[in-house]
Nanobody, 121 residues
Framework: QVLVAESGGGKVQTGDSLTLSCVAS????????MGWFRRPPGKEREWVAA???????YVRDAVKGRFTISRDNAKNTVYLQMDSLQPEDTAVYFC???????????????WGQGTQVSVSS
């Protein structure tokens, strides 16, 4: 059983930066693909970014150049650095751990409870 817990959400203004953290415990963190998803208000959850076991990164086109995913295997932690935040980035952000692919919810086995990010104009 892998426990996943996100932190770092909050209320910010347009153009601000925020870094989300996610700790995954109870498994072999270095063997997991880690992903970030988000659920905007009134919408379906969508994939945002993923990082492979070897550090390959993938980022959604809509946030490419503004969001960066990274991991620290020594700390069992994955990060989502979010710069130049826009109101459309407002969502609940979820962290997930898996061993399969990168882009779909079904690729991930363990999920956190989510952390709210609110961006005001």
């Amino acid at each position: 059983q892998v426990l996943v817990a996100e932190s770092g959400g909050g209320k910010v203004q347009t153009g601000d930066s925020l870094t989300l953290s996610c700790v995954a415990s109870g498994g072999t963190f270095s063997g997991n693909t880690m992903g970030w998803f988000r659920r905007p208000p009134g919408k379906e959850r969508e994939w945002v970014a993923a990082i492979s076991r070897t550090g390959m990164t993938y980022v959604r086109d809509a946030v490419k150049g503004r969001f960066t995913i990274s991991r620290d295997n020594a700390k069992n932690t994955v990060y989502l650095q979010m710069d130049s935040l826009q109101p459309e980035d407002t969502a609940v952000y979820f962290c997930a751990a898996g061993t399969g692919g990168y882009f779909s919810e079904i690729d991930y086995d363990y999920w956190g409870q989510g952390t709210q990010v609110s961006v005001s104009s």
